[in-house]
């Protein structure tokens, strides 16, 4: 079974400044995707960023930038310019290849911004 | 396009009453999940629907849990009777056929006193 990983449960960050959330994960898999969800005190998860883990070009969405390592099995987050709304829980989850699968998530790292 | 609609937002019972959550995915998804997210945790999948049936319900404990997915669309998740343990988030999410990525609801929050 697929495991995941989030070392950190809590990061700070002062507005405007960059932070890396860290994420590995078990597999003995090589067809999968890995995501990065948001999840603010409403609860609701959002898509942040998706990597698929045939390709080696890392994934961004503006702010947002993942560092793949699949050697290493790791797929960290990186934020750029933090913003108070980027304040959150994050997830790091995973999904089997080939297929509609239920994702595989980590524990969270609590995301606080100073302003 | 409007996206996963859940229904309550939020439910407060009493240990062995039962209750139901109801869930209306994005129009289109034939890929429906429902997750259980205890607090400090991440989600943990319950069952998986692909269209009308059952792909997956290994971790469902279906001694108190049932779901159904009727005509393909909309999906209930019934817990009874409800225990102490099952106040947790209860997500639903959905997916296109084959497709990796999942949208999810608002959650509908369970307290179980």
């Known amino acids: 079974a697929q495991t995941v990983t989030q070392s950190q449960p809590e990061m700070s960050v002062q507005e405007a400044e960059t932070v890396t959330l860290s994420c590995t994960y078990d597999t003995s898999e090589s067809d999968y995707y890995l995501f990065w969800y948001k999840q603010p005190p409403s609860r609701q998860m959002i898509l942040v960023i998706r990597q698929e883990a045939y390709k080696q070009q890392n994934a961004t969405e503006n702010r947002f930038s993942v560092n793949f390592q699949k050697a290493a099995k790791s797929f960290s987050l990186k934020i750029s310019d933090s913003q108070l709304g980027d304040a959150a829980m994050y997830f790091c989850?995973?999904?089997?290849?080939?297929?509609?699968?239920?994702?595989?998530f980590g524990k969270g790292t609590h995301l606080i911004i100073q302003p | 396009e409007a996206g996963v609609a859940q229904s309550p937002r939020y439910k407060i019972i009493e240990k062995r009453q039962s209750v139901a959550f109801w869930c209306n995915p994005i129009s289109g998804h034939a890929t429906l999940y429902w997750y259980q997210q205890i607090l400090g945790q991440g989600p943990k999948l319950l069952i998986q629907?692909?269209?009308?049936?059952?792909?997956?319900d290994s971790q469902l404990p279906k001694d108190r849990f049932s779901a159904e997915r009727l005509k393909g669309v909309d999906s209930t998740l019934k817990i009874q009777p409800a225990k102490l343990e099952d106040s947790a988030v209860y997500l639903c999410?959905?997916?296109?056929?084959?497709?990796?990525?999942?949208?999810f609801g608002p959650g509908t929050r369970l307290l179980v006193l």
């Open positions: 629907f692909q269209n009308n049936g059952v792909v997956d």
């Open positions: 989850a995973y999904h089997s290849g080939g297929g509609a699968d239920g994702l595989t």
């Open positions: 999410a959905s997916s296109s056929a084959n497709q990796e990525t999942q949208y």
